[in-house]
């Protein structure tokens, strides 16, 4: 698995190594081998940007999942071996902390909470098509959390 972690934000201090080992537990719970996705971690400011721009909502959202559109055969990764890109995962830093003080504990635990949501995402999942799918995917989070 190929994870790409960047933060771009400077208010919280981040262990992308961290959030590496996070995501690629997350990726092997779900069954995803072979996958490879990127993180992006930013401010407010850059998550509005980014949900205005891409969902025409005006403000900043906690975690914003892009799917990729198919996998692609990796290159460098051994002949002819399929590499499964799942897309860009971006979550707001300030949100995290700001959701985790309102819900009651650590920051470490609201980004695992919105990592596992980004990545059920980009492996299909969708709670905004039904209250049946919706319940699904919350179940699948617990799960996947409890694993962690």
Known sequence: MNIEAANRQRKY????????????KILS?????????????????A?????????????PTDVLA???PSPHRGEG??????????G???ISMEKVHAQAAERGHSP????KILLIHGILHLLGYDH?????????????????????
Do not use: H, W
């Open 13 to 24: 201090k981040v262990d992308l190594k961290s959030i590496k080992q996070n995501a690629d």
């Open 29 to 45: 719970l779900c069954r995803a081998g072979d996958s490879e996705l990127s993180i992006l971690i930013v401010n407010n400011r």
């Open 47 to 59: 998550m509005r940007t980014l949900n205005r721009q891409y969902r025409g909502i005006d403000k």
């Open 66 to 68: 892009f799917p990729a």
């Open 77 to 86: 990764r051994g002949e002819g071996r399929l590499l499964r890109f799942l």
């Open 88 to 90: 860009d995962i971006v």
């Open 108 to 111: 470490d635990m609201e980004f």
């Open 128 to 148: 905004e098509v039904s209250d049946t799918e919706a319940r699904r995917m919350r179940r699948k989070e617990k799960l996947i959390l409890s694993g962690l």
